[in-house]
């Protein structure tokens, strides 16, 4: 049976929810589950606007067929090529072969590379500010390159001042029956997915999402679609703001995010300690395990907080390898701007401070204080005084 949602009275959501998925894109847990959207706007001609993840492909056709009311699909605009937005594609144009797909050429690479150079018998390439018009909607497509891939492109509705925005915008979680972002406490109960969607799927692309907020500058934007998560139609600028911020590698918040790997427990005390002496500062602080919380949400955490410690047990002659794989990942995401300091802990061969800054060496804007606290097995009373020093430094830093 459908379930669609009415957004405008001539645009359907035609997308579905998914919530037996473990790890999307096999590597971002979404406990929550996930929607991929589709849009179906009825005009005088009919126009799909992405398809969906193989996994909920049964209720995207569903729905379609619904929101078609047994019309013909005139266009499909391709806005990314990422399977979850394009696995049913080829299915698709299987049940609609008179639809024409709208893409830009390096789309039309990747469907050819996907499906095979045959799959599209109608298809119509595009570029920056080329307009398609569907009747009374005029519709003008921007090119956003690597935001997060490179073929990604977005369609304004300058009729219904819609930005069908691809993976900008996102959030992980399912709809719950809701379309709109208005519809539940976004910052209490999403902002956390969002911010974890943004920093794990699009951190790295800071400078394109700047680039991209140059080109819509002037556009009369009144809704945003998004390719998953909710549609928003109001207060669209505090989400415009908090991408600005991520965008531009700004914390959001002062304070210290103490994110520690220990194998017995000793360099868990260490962290502890300092977390009780920032607070007996006034510094707010957030504490986690590697071992324990999964990287994606320390990684958002990053993007959150002003002031990053790390400490990691040295193991096998290295860093510890939770905290090893979190840095590499964070250095892959190319976190900016914050002020970073590391703890280490070693019985004999005390090495992954040294190991830690290095991972960080190529990140741009990075403050690395230069106290750090190297522990023989466990914190001695000698050196609580080290670790008053560095919650000193860090609370000046936070005032
Ligand atoms: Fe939601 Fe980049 O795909």
């Known amino acids: 049976m459908y379930c669609t949602k009415n957004i405008a009275s001539d645009l359907v959501w035609v997308g579905a929810n998914d919530r037996r998925l473990a790890m999307f894109e096999g590597v971002y847990s979404v406990p929550a589950g996930v929607s991929y959207n589709s849009y179906l706007l009825t005009d005088e001609k009919t126009v799909l606007f992405d398809t969906v993840d193989k996994a909920v492909g049964r209720i995207f056709f569903e729905n379609l067929e619904h929101g078609l009311g047994g019309r013909t699909l005139d266009y499909l605009i391709v806005h990314h090529m990422e399977p979850d937005h394009s696995a049913t594609l080829s299915e698709l144009l299987l049940r609609h072969p008179e639809t024409t797909v709208v893409c830009n050429d390096k789309t039309a690479v990747m469907i050819a590379q996907f499906f095979g150079s045959g799959a599209v018998e109608r298809m119509q390439l595009v570029k920056e500010d080329d307009t398609l018009s569907t009747g009374t909607h005029e519709l003008t497509f921007y090119m956003a390159p690597m935001i997060h891939w490179p073929e990604v492109m977005m369609t304004y509705d300058k009729t219904a001042h819609t930005l069908f ?10 709809l719950n029956g809701a379309i709109f972002a208005d519809e539940v406490d976004f910052d209490r109960d999403y902002l956390k997915e969002a911010r974890r969607y943004y920093s794990n799927i699009v951190g790295k692309y800071g400078m394109q999402v700047q680039n991209l907020f140059r080109k819509i500058a002037d556009l009369d934007i009144r809704m945003l679609c998004p390719l998953h998560g909710f549609v928003w139609r109001r207060d669209i600028g505090y989400f415009f703001k ?29 962290a502890e300690i300092l977390s009780s002496k920032l607070r007996e500062r006034g ?42 794989e979190l840095l590499r990942d964070i250095a892959a995401h190319n976190l900016q701007k914050r002020t970073v300091a590391f703890m280490e802990n070693g019985t004999w061969a005390p090495v992954s401070a040294r190991q830690m800054t290095a991972i960080f060496a190529p990140l741009k804007n990075m403050t690395v204080l230069e106290q750090s606290i190297s522990i023989r097995s466990s914190l001695t009373e000698g050196q609580l005084a080290e670790i008053e020093a560095l919650a000193d430094v860090l609370a000046e830093d936070i005032r």
């Open 165 to 174: 925005s691809a993976d900008a915008f996102g959030v992980f979680g399912a």
């Open 242 to 270: 908090k991408y600005n911020l991520w965008s531009t590698y700004t914390p959001e918040e002062k304070g210290v995010m103490i994110a520690y790997a220990s194998i017995y427990g000793n360099t868990e005390n260490a």
């Open 283 to 324: 510094v707010r602080t957030v504490m986690y395990d590697v071992s324990v919380t999964p990287a994606s949400d320390i990684i958002a955490e990053c993007f959150r907080w002003s002031h990053l410690v790390f400490a990691s047990s040295t193991y096998n002659g290295g860093v510890f390898v939770t905290m090893d």
